[in-house]
């Protein structure tokens, strides 16, 4: 980090407003993406005091969620091409969406296509689950992730 | 200097003196920003406190701190300046005095940070938002140019006049965020500003201007570009849709500036008129050159194209201001129509156009802006107060004709249908408000009456609810229409009710419990508020009686309608004085005794007692006509509705019959009951109502009769009511022809049993211990020689008898809408429920602990939580620590059943209230794992959600408790709350993440920030 900002300068969207749903005592409540969406839009980037949703690194359109076959995928767009962050980004969204799904679901976490130089590898990188075990072992690494989840009022 | 202005107690010579050598060696604007701050807080101290020694120093003093504040760019420094200025001013109101002088200076100080620029880096200033200054400063100097306007007179302030405007224009934009237009009926005669007080102070700086300088303001405004351009840019969109955002904000900015500068004064109203509103109206197609040249087809002018919104807007806030304006002046009696003359002529010359274009507009627009402005233009057309109005009554009646055709027709466009009832509402109100006799003549004979007929008439086309709303709207708009629609409304009330009794119509059912419900709910509670009617709230329970008492024969099958009337009954006899409520209940008494085949005979009833209930029971339950059980209803429904003062004829025998029927299964006549022994002696003892009886008299009657000992012959236990032993007698005959009565017995003592507890008399001890011995009566039941089928059927009936006495617990401790409440004026004591919940703890607990058969524990346990679901939270709180224990294992009774479940979710309210509180958190404590085995039991809860989610909650609670107590329950919660993270239902799944981000956070440090 003493090599200073990545993205020193990035463009901020505002926050959209947050759509009360209708309570609808017999509605549909299946999962669907703005659920998923509510839990990761918050999550502070790595290197900005901006949530993913101000950053426009997460939108609602970007999330699938299959609830029958219980699979999730997420697609996000690092802020700059070469984006050093962007493994963290998917860190991030990897461990708050295993708080808030039960564990038969899975979750597949993608940067969009021609979003990122290293597309390939860090789309590997995300979806290797020893890869992720290992790095949430790294001590720093996981602080650097629960700073992202939980310091959300900013 | 800093120790000084913080000192406090420096004497006025010194304070001179810091002053005077303040603006001789400071030149606070060289200074840093720290430094100027103080400067500035010195300043304000010396202006505050010490005025007399400051003001002497004039214009040396106002110099300075013109040349102090001037081109001040810190924000912090720069609220302390506007406030400095705004005390200077405060200090010199002298409009003749030194700070006259400088008086154009201060204006071009301050204009100049108008429109603010706030370019200060984010972070640095501490806990000033840009947002919160720019408010603050716009605010504040808004407010002191009105203060400069009032103190300078109009030849000073003239030569700002440019300044000024332009300033106000400025803050009118930028204040206008996004569009506040709402077109919802609520907002028909609505303000528009709420929230927006920049725009409101804005607006209010010009009004004040224009006031004391018409001329010139209103040029400036007339000739204003941005206005010009707002106007020429009109055309150019069609419907509101279209508009850009920002085309959205000019155009409504325009609009409050026109409205308000011609709301001002005559002569600003006719020359707004003059300037715009011919424009308008050639926007608008309406324009005097198209139409002069055809003058025939004028009449027959159709406007085939839609509307402009923009001028359709304008033009509706042109009027709106000049209707404000007119009924304003109306007050102060100067009504000369000549004044009005170019405004007036206007709009007489445009009044028939301008209704037809609003009404086809109404007719043709799909968009919603469109119709609203429709609806508002034509209601301001009809509101034009009466003498200078220059809409003639042929217009006006026009308009009523269109309204009322929306709402017998075009019931299906939602939105135009509610402005229109929201509009002739207002136009009701408002001539009935002006008391304008020739409009509210025809108002009475297009809407009023046409409005009534649609009630009585079999029309299928219109939804009968929608009817209704109608109906109650323009009756609850005044009071002359009210009577009319009341009288109106009962007619097809009764005229439907004779439907039903003569026929058997199952169709004027359904359209007669509509309008009663409408009666009780929404024209009764009117009437009450509004007065003086009480013939008209009489007329209708004695009319009801006299129609029954006619009607000899008749069978109504339907029981929702019954309901319906036993409803309005009491609404209506509650509203009653006492001297009407006397009549009603004598009338009702003699049609009672006259026309059933009740036995009302007192010496019956007081001699053989006895017999009597043999009789009755011994009869078939079911054997009360149809017509009797309406006519006993009702009259239960009176009883329960009068006053304790009223006086009821013939207590004895009516407490004799009630108590007969209430066997039957009649429970209204328990709640008739329990209301008079409520009531009861409050106000009648020694009063000429002693020939009938007195309270103790009454419950002796009540208790002494054998029903309550033919419950205990039921439920086989040998108990004593005042006394008197019963020994078990035929237990088969018991089991089979009482099953009934005793079950109905305990539900109609419940009702006694309340009413006595309100008025916290000693007897409900007795009803309540005659509960506790049913719930009890397992112990000590001997089937003795009965065949194991009979056993068996005994059983259930055990159960249920059992299960109804524990159910009585709930009838005595909720609040009730049927009887024995507020509005039907029970008299309750206070903290009644309070008392009861801390008499019964200590008599339920030691049962409970002693208890040893399942069924008896169970039941125990229910009407434990009956009670200490209905107590204030806060006695239970007093008691949590004993509670706790018993309040769990309760919940885990009641998760057994799915019947049970409301029972359930409302102990589990009382557990989170429990959790939530700090001292019952401490009382939580001991028990915390019995708390959370509880809870994570009610996660899974099948049949209610609610329970679920409150389950989740309460864990959540319990996550604060000290951590040392709960870790060892972590886990064990984890794992239950990640089932529910699978959830069927959203806001389940919700509370569970936080959830089990509170309980994971407890443990590892990493996780809590």
């Given at each position: 980090m003493t090599l200073g900002l990545i993205n020193a300068n990035p463009v901020v969207h505002a926050k959209k407003e947050r759509v009360a749903r209708t309570e609808d005592p017999h509605g549909d409540d299946a999962v669907d993406p703005l659920d998923i969406y509510d839990f990761v839009r918050d999550i502070r980037d790595p290197e900005h005091p901006y949530s993913l949703e101000q950053l426009s690194v997460l939108s609602e359109e970007s999330i699938t969620v299959d609830e029958k076959l219980g699979r999730i995928l997420i697609t996000f767009t690092p802020t700059i091409q070469h984006c050093s962050m962007a493994t963290v980004i998917g860190l991030c969204l990897r461990v708050k969406l295993k708080h808030c799904f039960p564990p038969h679901y899975k979750v597949d976490i993608k940067v969009s296509p021609g979003s990122h130089a290293n597309e390939e590898s860090v789309n590997k990188q995300l979806n290797d689950k020893e890869r992720v075990a290992a790095a949430l072992e790294n001590p720093n690494l996981r602080q650097l992730v629960d700073e992202c989840l939980y310091s959300s009022e900013l | 200097m800093r120790r000084k202005s913080s000192a406090g107690v420096v004497t006025s010579t010194d304070a001179k003196a810091v002053a005077e050598s303040f603006l001789q060696n400071l030149q606070v604007q060289s200074l840093g920003q720290h430094d100027r701050k103080l400067c500035f807080e010195l300043l304000e101290c010396l202006l505050e406190r010490y005025p007399n020694t400051v003001t002497p120093m004039g214009d040396e003093l106002i110099y300075g701190i013109c040349e102090a504040v001037d081109s001040e760019k810190d924000p912090q420094c720069l609220m302390l300046t506007f406030h400095i200025v705004e005390v200077l001013v405060q200090l010199f109101p002298d409009t003749s005095g030194p700070f006259a002088s400088f008086a154009g200076d201060l204006f071009e100080i301050l204009s100049c940070y108008f429109p603010i620029h706030f370019t200060h880096p984010r972070g640095e200033d501490l806990g000033i938002k840009r947002d919160d200054l720019s408010r603050a400063l716009m605010l504040d100097s808004l407010k002191y140019l009105s203060s400069c306007t009032s103190n300078y007179g109009p030849e000073r302030m003239a030569k700002h006049a440019r300044a000024i405007w332009l300033s106000i224009k400025d803050a009118l934009y930028t204040s206008l965020q996004e569009p506040t237009l709402s077109f919802t009926s609520e907002s028909l005669d609505g303000l528009v500003f709420q929230e927006n007080e920049i725009a409101k102070e804005a607006l209010t700086l010009l009004q004040q201007v224009i006031m004391q300088n018409n001329g010139l303001f209103l040029s400036l405004i007339v000739e204003d570009e941005d206005i010009n351009i707002i106007l020429n840019a009109v055309p150019s969109y069609e419907s509101y849709s279209d508009i850009p955002l920002q085309g959205k904000l000019k155009l409504f900015a325009a609009g409050c500036i026109l409205s308000i500068s011609t709301k001002t004064s005559v002569a600003c109203c006719n020359m707004i008129f003059e300037s715009f509103f011919p424009r308008l109206m050639e926007i608008l197609g309406l324009s005097e050159k198209k139409l002069s040249g055809d003058h025939s087809p004028k009449d027959n002018y159709l406007i085939s194209k839609r509307l402009n919104f923009g001028a359709l807007y304008l033009s509706v806030e042109l009027l709106a201001a000049c209707r404000d304006l007119i009924a304003g002046s109306t007050q102060i009696a100067c009504k000369s129509v000549s004044t009005y003359e170019t405004s007036h002529c206007m709009l007489h010359s445009f009044s028939n156009l301008l209704t037809k274009a609003f009404c086809s507009t109404l007719v043709t627009s799909p968009h919603d802006a469109d119709i609203y402005f429709g609806v508002k233009g034509l209601q301001i057309l009809a509101t034009f107060p009466g003498d200078v109005s220059p809409v003639p009554i042929s217009e006006f009646e026009n308009i009523l004709i269109t309204f009322m055709s929306i709402i017998t027709v075009d019931f299906k466009k939602t939105l135009l249908w509610r402005l229109a009832l929201k509009a002739l509402m207002n136009i009701g109100s408002f001539i009935d408000k002006n008391n304008e006799s020739e409009k509210i003549l025809s108002y009475m004979r297009i809407v009023v009456e046409k409005i009534v007929s649609l009630v009585s008439l079999d029309d299928v086309t219109m939804p009968f609810p929608l009817k209704l709303e109608a109906i109650s709207g323009i009756g609850r708009s005044g009071l002359n229409y009210m009577?009319?629609?009341?009288?109106?409304?009962?007619?097809?009330?009764?005229?439907?009710?004779?439907?039903?009794?003569?026929?058997?119509?199952?169709?004027?059912?359904?359209?007669?419990?509509?309008?009663?419900?409408?009666?009780?709910?929404?024209?009764?509670?009117?009437?009450?508020?509004?007065g003086v009617f009480e013939e008209v709230l009489l007329r209708f329970p004695i009319n009801i009686w006299k129609q029954i008492e006619s009607c000899v024969d008749f069978s109504v099958p339907e029981k929702e309608l019954l309901d319906a009337m036993?409803?309005?009954?009491?609404?209506?006899?509650?509203?009653?004085?006492?001297?009407?409520?006397?009549?009603?209940?004598?009338?009702?008494?003699?049609?009672?005794?006259?026309?059933?085949?009740?036995?009302?005979?007192?010496?019956?009833?007081?001699?053989?007692?006895?017999?009597?209930?043999?009789?009755?029971?011994?009869?078939?339950?079911?054997?009360?006509s149809c017509r009797d059980e309406w006519i006993l209803s009702l009259f239960a429904s009176v009883v329960i509705a009068v006053r304790p003062q009223t006086h009821i004829p013939n207590v004895k025998v009516i407490l004799n019959l009630f108590i007969t029927t209430l066997l039957k299964g009649h429970v209204p006549a328990a709640q008739a009951l329990g209301s008079i022994v409520n009531k009861f002696g409050k106000s009648s003892t020694g009063s000429e109502i002693s020939s009938d009886c007195t309270l103790e008299e009454a419950l002796d009657i009540i208790f002494q009769l054998k029903l309550w000992t033919h419950l205990n012959n039921g439920a086989l236990l040998r108990c004593s009511v005042n006394g008197s032993e019963m020994g078990h007698t035929d237990l088969c005959q018991a089991v089979v022809n009482n099953k009934l009565p005793q079950i109905l017995a305990i539900t109609g003592l419940s009702w006694i049993g309340k009413g006595l507890l309100l008025r916290g008399h000693d007897k409900v001890k007795d009803v309540t211990m005659i509960f506790l011995e049913c719930l009890l009566s397992n112990g000590n039941a001997l089937p003795l020689s009965q065949n194991s089928l009979e056993n068996s059927c005994e059983q259930d009936l055990r159960a249920s008898v059992m299960k109804s006495a524990a159910d009585a617990f709930r009838v005595l401790m909720s609040d009730s809408e049927v009887c024995l409440n507020r509005k039907f004026h029970a008299i309750i004591r206070p903290l009644y429920k309070q008392r009861f919940f801390s008499t019964m703890m200590p008599i339920l607990q030691p049962l409970i602990m002693k208890s040893d058969s399942l069924l008896s524990r169970s039941m125990l346990y229910r009407a434990f939580a009956h009670i200490i679901s209905e107590t204030p939270l806060v006695a239970v709180l007093g008691e949590a620590k004993k509670l706790i224990p018993i309040l769990l294992d309760c919940l885990s009774m009641l998760n057994k059943d799915a019947q049970d479940k409301d029972t359930l979710y409302s102990l589990l309210l009382v557990l989170s209230g429990i959790l939530t509180d700090k001292d019952g958190q401490e009382a939580v404590v001991d028990n915390a794992h019995l708390v959370i085995n509880c809870l994570t039991g009610l996660i899974a809860y099948p049949h209610m959600m609610l329970v679920r989610e409150t389950a989740i909650q309460c864990l959540v609670a319990m996550s604060e408790l000290p951590h040392a107590r709960i870790y060892p329950m972590r886990i064990q919660v984890l794992q239950a709350i990640s089932k529910a993270l699978d959830d069927s239902r959203r806001a389940v799944r919700q509370e569970a993440v936080r959830c089990r981000q509170a309980w994971a956070s407890i443990a590892s440090r990493s996780l809590h920030f």
């Open positions: - | 009577l009319h629609i009341i009288q109106g409304f009962e007619e097809a009330l009764f005229a439907n009710l004779s439907e039903i009794y003569v026929h058997g119509n199952v169709k004027s059912a359904k359209v007669t419990i509509w309008l009663l419900e409408c009666y009780s709910n929404k024209l009764l509670p009117w009437i009450h508020e509004n036993m409803t309005a009954m009491k609404h209506a006899v509650a509203f009653c004085s006492e001297e009407s409520q006397n009549e009603i209940i004598q009338k009702s008494y003699n049609v009672l005794s006259s026309s059933t085949s009740f036995p009302l005979k007192e010496s019956v009833a007081l001699t053989i007692p006895v017999q009597l209930e043999g009789l009755q029971l011994t009869q078939k339950m079911d054997n009360l």
